[in-house]
Each structure stands twice: as C-alpha cells, then as structure tokens.
C-alpha cells in the first residue's frame, strides 16, 4: 500500500512520542537521562547477559513493575511494607537492592571477590541501571550486577543470600 508523506511523517511522531514515553523508574529518584542513554539503558541487559530470566527480570525492574513490600502493602497484599531482609526501612527499591545492611555487605564481599573498583563506591544508579560502556569488562561486571540483584529478589522469602567468601572454612557457599 502506498503511504503518503504526510502518513509517513505522523507515524514517526508517534512512533517518536512513544518512545518519550519510557521512562527509568524506581519509584524514588529522579535521574535525568536523556532520550539516548534511556535507550542505551534498555538495550543493555541484551548485550549484558544470555539468561533470559536475567535480561527480563532487569527490563521490568527498569519499568519500575516489579514489585516489592513496598507495592504490595499499597495494594493490600501484604500486612507491612518493611525490607524482607532487615525488617526495619520500608522496602523500595533502593532499599532492598543496596541499602539494607545485610545487602550491603554482600555488595562488599562480590566488590572485594571479584575486585569490582568500577562500583566500590556503590552508587545507586549503577546498581539500578548498571555501567555505561561496551568492553567486555563492563559487560562481565554489568552481569554480576543484574545476578545480584536477581538473587537478592528471588530469596526475599528464604533470607538465605550468597556468600562471596572463598574461605572453605569461614564460607557460606
Ligand atoms: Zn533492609
């Protein structure tokens, strides 16, 4: 079928608009990217990681859907919104992805165990979104980023979290 200029023109601006419409959230922060980072920021789980569960988990928490103590008490699933891990601050994203001090120390253990200098200062938009860049380094380091959280998510029920301690004796793995 034939499309006209003026036909063309009006589905690229939808097509453009649609694209304006995505946004990073976590439901806190506001971080100001622009059009082609966002882009870049939702491209990258593609390029980060084969595991699908990986990639899809990072793309809803990008859309800031997946849900948390936090939603799920604002919903009336669940009796309090407090961090299923420390029990004490109300369990949003930043909390209980990096904040928590149980979780905290698991950042230390897998930045000191895989020497990890790109995030030590652990700051929350790299652990949200991960590092820009496309060397194999980034991508390795982008990867543990998404299993962490990954992990941390998927054992809120079971509070058994992993250890990064090689010590046989000393170690949890
Ligand atoms: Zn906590």
């Known amino acids: 079928m034939f499309i006209q200029g003026k036909s063309i023109i009006l589905l690229l ?4 608009n649609a694209y304006k419409s995505i946004q990073i959230k976590d439901g806190q922060s506001n971080f ?11 491209l990258r789980p593609r390029s980060t990681t084969l595991i699908g569960k990986h990639r899809e988990f990072q793309y809803i928490l990008l859309h ?3 849900y948390t103590k936090e939603h799920l008490s604002r919903f009336g699933f669940v009796g309090n919104n407090l961090c299923s891990y420390c029990n004490q601050e ?8 990096l904040q928590c001090p149980i979780i905290k120390d698991i950042w ?4 000191l165990y895989y020497d990890l200098t790109e995030i030590q200062n ?3 938009a790299d652990i949200f979104v991960g590092l820009s860049g496309s ?3 980034i991508k390795f380091v982008n990867s543990l980023i998404i299993l962490l959280k990954y992990v941390i998510f998927k054992s809120r029920n079971t509070g058994i979290l992993p250890s990064f301690n090689p010590n046989p004796i000393q170690g949890r793995i």
Do not use: A, Q
């Open 122 to 124: 652990m700051e929350w």
């Open 90 to 97: 109300t369990e949003t994203y930043k909390h209980v992805f």
């Open 108 to 111: 230390k253990e897998m930045i």
């Open 32 to 42: 100001g990217y622009t059009e082609e980072e966002i882009k870049n920021i939702f």
């Open 13 to 16: 601006t939808i097509c453009k």
């Open 135 to 137: 060397s194999v380094r």
């Open 64 to 66: 800031g859907v997946l």
